[in-house]
């Protein structure tokens, strides 16, 4: 890929919500000439081991070739409660204020939706807020 990307599934059809080349942000990451790539899996929908690995290859070939099929997994991690469970009704909520009181504010992607996008919008709203404030 060469620029550090974050690549996002926007279909829903396999394990890999996310994924980026590490060895693009920090090079020391992986020897000259080989990348280091994460993938993040919310959900393995009871897939595990190297059932699990050859989903995600599968799906990512799908991204970016064949190639894909010569990579190999070097580790996997299991976090639990890695991501809090949302209910869409949750997410069709109002949403709390950043504001506690003057001076005393509140953001992160719990106020919003558990991704790099609802941590983003909730710290605008705190910036926001922040600015209302400040005579």
């Excluded at 919500?17 to 993040?40: E, K, R, T």
């Excluded at 190639?67 to 909520?93: G, T």
């Excluded at 509140?106 to 922040?130: F, K, N, P, T, Y």
């Amino acid at each position: 890929m060469g620029d550090p990307t974050l690549v996002l599934d926007g279909e829903g059809r396999g394990p890999v919500n996310n994924l980026c080349v590490l060895s693009d942000v920090a090079p020391s990451y992986a020897p000259a000439g080989a990348a280091l790539i994460s993938a993040a899996v919310l959900e393995a929908r009871g897939l595990s081991g190297e059932a699990l690995a050859g989903a995600v290859r599968d799906q990512v070939a799908g991204w970016f070739g064949p190639q894909v099929r010569r990579w190999r997994q070097l580790r996997a991690y299991h976090v639990d409660h890695a991501q809090p469970v949302e209910i869409m009704l949750a997410l069709s909520s109002p949403k709390r204020s950043p504001r506690i009181r003057t001076g005393l504010y509140v953001c992160g992607d719990h106020l919003e939706m558990a991704s790099i996008q609802g941590a983003l919008i909730s710290g605008r709203h705190a910036a926001e807020a922040v600015l209302e404030d400040v005579p």
